[in-house]
């Protein structure tokens, strides 16, 4: 599992932002085209997200999926670079994009079916703090190759991390999988209807907080780059490459120490101190763009995000025990904090324009103070009392009430 959450964390998001730039500079492709192409993965993510998780919850298959997804992204990855015209990128991203909305539902399934309920907030951890290493490992492995080969580099690296993750995940046995509990089910009980499933006002809670959370954050460091690159022109990537990395390595420990937090403290005090970092961080963007203060104010991110990552698979964990509904739920959310994301570029976009950068990050740092009120008043605690973690049967009425 470790191994395979190094691999899988350059392959969940295909070439990323990368992409367009190969397009733009070695291929001339126009704004509009590399637009519509950087949407096309996103529409594939948004439209596969929730079957994937029920696919999940219903396939005892799920080291094959998740081999077979990371095939077709390498396949994917290899096409890109080969034949860049203009309906095989279009066809490729979505694809890419809906290939790789197997991973998330299927290591936190795998996981669960492994080590079990009591055992799975450090398993989550490990798999977060092994998914940012990876990022870290990628990202400078990407930024080198690119330097010393061109972009073609990045394509292979890819592609490479995903056959590696196809055969990584293959070598756990199939029968230290626990099925039933993969997918939140007790043993010998059948799965919870889908809108009995969704009348439990806990889940509806925790999506909508989980919302306002990508509501507030996915549009904060498209802003910091976009401040920075009209204030330092040729060294914003420089900037924004150093943002990425320190993320990710600050992600590590942070995913590490919100297992164990949320194992003893419980899920909601961790849960509400990553959303109280998100409106101090948009406050301080506000304040400067020096390179050396921005980078270290997206430091907070690494907090906020790896905290996210871990107490969000827990809590849904949590709300689906007994259910059999686990991985579902999983899309459910993704599919609902993937709008959220995208909503939040589209308005502090609009707002940058017509008042400028500092009240854009001050609009995204309300939205984050009303959505941490939001889950401070309304979510209760969702970890299992220790009776209830030892044992698998909780049953799905009670647990709604």
């Known amino acids: 599992m470790d191994g395979l959450n190094f691999f899988l964390a350059d392959v969940r998001d295909g070439m990323g932002p990368f992409l367009g730039t190969f397009l733009r500079t070695d291929h001339q492709w126009d704004p509009g085209r590399v637009g519509i192409a950087m949407a096309a993965s996103q529409i594939g993510t948004l439209l596969a997200q929730t079957p994937a998780g029920a696919l999940i919850d219903r396939t005892r298959a799920k080291r094959f999926a998740v081999a077979v997804a990371a095939v077709l992204v390498a396949a994917c990855c290899i096409l890109l670079y080969l034949v860049p015209t203009f309906p095989v990128v279009v066809a490729s991203q979505t694809l890419m994009g809906a290939a790789a909305t197997i991973f998330p539902p299927a290591i936190a399934a795998v996981s669960l079916g492994l ?37 073609g580099a990045m394509f292979i690296l890819v592609a490479g991390m995903a056959v590696a993750s196809a055969f990584v995940v293959m070598m756990i046995r199939e029968d230290d999988i626990d099925h039933d509990l993969a997918r939140g089910e007790d043993e010998g009980g059948e799965a919870l209807g889908v809108g009995e499933l969704f009348r439990d006002r806990r889940i509806l809670i925790f999506i909508a907080s989980a919302v306002l959370f990508h509501f507030a954050n996915a549009a904060m460091l498209p802003l910091v780059g976009q401040k920075s690159g009209d204030g330092l022109k040729e060294g914003a990537a420089v900037v924004m490459s150093a943002c990425i990395i320190v993320a990710q390595m600050v992600m590590v420990p942070v995913s590490l120490a919100a297992s164990r937090l949320a194992a003893s403290w419980g899920r909601k005090p961790v849960f509400l101190l990553g959303f109280a970092v998100l409106p101090v961080r948009g406050l301080l963007y506000c304040l400067s763009v020096n390179p050396a203060y921005l980078v270290a104010v997206q430091l907070l991110d690494g907090i906020g995000a790896g905290i996210f990552g871990v107490v969000s698979v827990l809590v849904i964990a949590d709300l689906t025990r007994g259910t ?35 009240a854009g990050f001050v609009l995204l740092a309300a939205i984050a103070a009303v959505g941490a009120v939001f889950f401070a008043l309304a979510m209760p605690e969702t970890r299992p009392s220790e009776a209830s973690a030892a044992g698998f049967g909780v049953d799905a009425a009670d647990g709604a009430r």
């Open 115 to 151: 080590v079990g309920r009591a055992l799975m907030p450090r398993r989550t951890g490990r798999n977060e703090a092994f998914n940012h290493a990876g990022n870290v490992v990628a990202a400078a492995l990407a930024g080198g190759g690119a330097y010393f080969f061109g972009y």
């Open 324 to 358: 059999g509904r686990f991985n579902l739920t999983q899309g459910a959310l993704a599919t609902a904090t993937g709008l959220g994301a995208g909503l939040s570029n589209v308005l502090a976009g609009f707002v940058v324009k017509e008042a400028g950068f500092d």
